[in-house]
């Protein structure tokens, strides 16, 4: 549906031309996809991000939508195709003197809509989006989330086939950004559209997005189902943006006055259902004392973590021999200490 060939971006600096904002991305996204894409600060997501509407227009590369170049496309033809991609912002980028019911209608006015459409459209818009009783107020009388839904309302009442979100929910706290989240995922599911969405955190690309590519200065260095990069990380850059979400961080005093080997495991699909530390205690005769666990959810898969501390009253070699065990039985595992 989306296609990013070979996109390089590159920003004058004076009269001279900087570094790649985007270096060479190259990216396909499917038809009603929620598609991710994440990175620090300044990788360069917003900017490939708005080159699929041509805010940005690529130095060099093709984008496509729905097999049409759209990076070869000007004036009325590129007007035309930027109705079929909404847009959502960080900052909601609303027009404030206008009321709410005025900002939907405005994007509808835009698109050749007649004054009956119109009249109908909104209400139905704002219903979707949950504010139905919100169609007289102004951005001012409304709290960030609600402000949210009318970016959104206003993004998808011409029906497009993609909506990008650029940090929808950076500026919100974390019950309203996953309210916000679950609108995403309903409006993805019920209407079919397309999401590409960028974000700095993995938790926003956990709960809503199918897959994701991760950005680090201008590339992409990894690009995957979101389940299997959260499962197994390859890249380091990808590593240290999954610990922060995964992490299971136990007290500095503990970790000092630990007898035994502490192992971090990682349970996927069948492993998490198999008894492998009763098995191991009563295998090799250790002890398993679990010191912290959580169970992740990403989409409808469980992806379980567990710290647990092996001890053998007598025999360390039996620890060894657990450990290995373990790690034949599990997705992976990590020996902290020991
Ligand atoms: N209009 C511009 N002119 C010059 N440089 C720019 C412009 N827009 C972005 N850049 C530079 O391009 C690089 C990528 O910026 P971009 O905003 O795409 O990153 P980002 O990953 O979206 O980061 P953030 O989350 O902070 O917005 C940065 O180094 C930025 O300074």
Excluded: W
Excluded at 28 to 53: D, F, H, M, P, W
Excluded at 86 to 110: D, E, K, P, W, Y
Excluded at 150 to 158: D, E, K, L, Y
Aim: glycine share 8%; aromatic share 4%; charged share 20%.
């Amino acid at each position: 549906m989306i296609e990013l060939q070979k996109i390089c971006v590159a920003f004058h600096q004076g009269k001279q031309q900087g570094s790649l904002a985007v270096d060479d991305v190259s990216l396909a996204i499917s038809q009603g996809e929620v598609y991710g894409i994440v990175g620090a600060s300044g990788a360069g997501k917003s900017t490939l991000l708005r080159t699929i509407n041509l805010l940005q227009r690529p130095t060099a590369g093709t984008v496509k939508v729905n097999g049409v170049a759209v990076s070869g496309l000007t004036g009325r033809a590129l007007r035309q195709q930027r109705q079929k991609i909404g847009m959502i912002f960080q900052h909601f980028n609303l027009m404030h003197t206008r009321t709410v019911a005025a900002n939907v209608a405005f994007s509808l006015r835009a698109a050749g809509k007649s004054t009956a459409d119109i009249a109908r459209r909104v209400p139905e818009i704002l219903a979707l989006v949950g504010l139905a009783d919100k169609a007289d107020a102004y951005p001012a009388q409304l709290s960030g989330g609600q402000k949210q839904r009318v970016g959104i309302a206003r993004a998808i009442a011409n029906q497009p086939e993609v909506l990008l979100c650029d940090e929808p929910t950076s500026a919100l706290d974390l019950d309203t950004s996953s309210a916000i989240l679950q609108l995403l995922k309903e409006i993805n599911a019920r209407l079919g559209i397309t999401i590409v969405l960028i974000s700095h955190e993995m938790a926003v690309i956990k709960s809503i997005c199918d897959r994701v590519a991760v950005m680090s200065r201008g590339r992409v260095v990894e690009e995957g189902d979101v389940f299997d990069i959260f499962a197994n990380p390859r890249h380091e850059f990808t590593r240290q943006l999954v610990s922060h979400t995964l992490n299971l961080e136990l007290p500095a005093r503990l970790m000092q006055d630990l007898q035994g080997t502490l192992l971090k495991i990682l349970f996927i699909g069948p492993s998490a259902e198999q008894p492998v530390l009763s098995d191991v205690a009563t295998r090799f005769g250790v002890s398993v004392n679990i010191l912290h666990g959580k169970i992740e959810y990403i989409g409808s898969r469980a992806l379980g973590l567990l710290v647990a501390l092996l001890t053998h009253p007598d025999t360390p070699e039996r620890i060894t021999e657990a450990v290995n065990y373990i790690r034949d039985n599990t997705a992976r595992v990590e020996v902290l200490h020991g």
